[in-house]
Each structure stands twice: as C-alpha cells, then as structure tokens.
C-alpha cells in the first residue's frame, strides 16, 4: 500500500473534473474529512456534492428521520492537491528529516513540507 501524503484537516484544491461554470467542483478548495488509505480516496468538505434517499423511520424519541440528504462522495487522491499555507496556492508535498529530543533520546522525524513556499505543513 503506497503511503499517502494527505492528512486530516488538510486544506486541498480540486485539480481535475469539471469546472465551477459547468456545475463542476474543479479550483473549489475545502479541509480533507477523511482519508481512505485502502482505496485511496478523501472526502472533501463542501465538494463533490450528492444526494441521497434515505429511508423513512423513527428515532427512539419519537422523530422523523429520512427523505433525501445532501452529503459528500469521496474522490480520489490524485484529483486533490494540497493547498500551501502561505501563498494559499496548491503545492506538492515534500519532506524533511529533523532530529528531535523525547523522552531524552534522540529521534528522527519526517515533517511535510511544502514545496512552494519551504513552509511546514
């Protein structure tokens, strides 16, 4: 399974697909829900918009729940991009090794970078 660059709570762009005058979510930037690692697919905060029909019943007090709920659908990783924090432009994602001190040893640890600006994600 490859390793994914993404996280939760990332700020990302769309990068492929329609475009906002055709009805389309491409430029559109939102903060990743969730990332699925075994499929490799993220879902997008306020993109990629669907509805869905759920079905009519009752809660244990007493209320209504179903009829159609607007949610979103996951997209694939490779259609998101990471949006850089200083520039608010989209980047890659690089990494850096630093030496940190825990618990008095000595650790390695791999910090993502943005490509763009050298800024820490």
């Keep these: 399974m490859a390793k994914l660059k993404l996280k939760k709570g990332d700020l990302v762009e769309v ?15 939102g903060k ?15 993109v990629n918009q669907v509805k869905r029909h ?7 007090r007493g209320a209504r729940t179903g009829g159609i709920i607007t949610q979103e659908a996951s997209l694939h990783i490779s259609n998101v991009m990471l949006v850089d924090p200083e520039t608010k ?28 600006s050298g800024k820490d994600v």
Excluded: H, M, P, W
């Design 32 to 46: 990743v829900i969730s990332v699925d690692v075994e499929r490799q697919r993220v879902l997008v905060e306020g």
């Design 54 to 60: 759920t079905k009519a019943g009752t809660t244990g």
């Design 89 to 116: 432009q989209r980047t890659r994602v690089g990494y850096r090794t630093e030496t940190v001190e825990r618990d008095g040893r000595e650790r390695t640890v791999r910090v993502r970078v943005a490509k763009r």
């Design 15 to 29: 990068i492929t697909g329609r475009s906002q005058a055709n009805g389309g979510d491409r430029g559109k930037q």
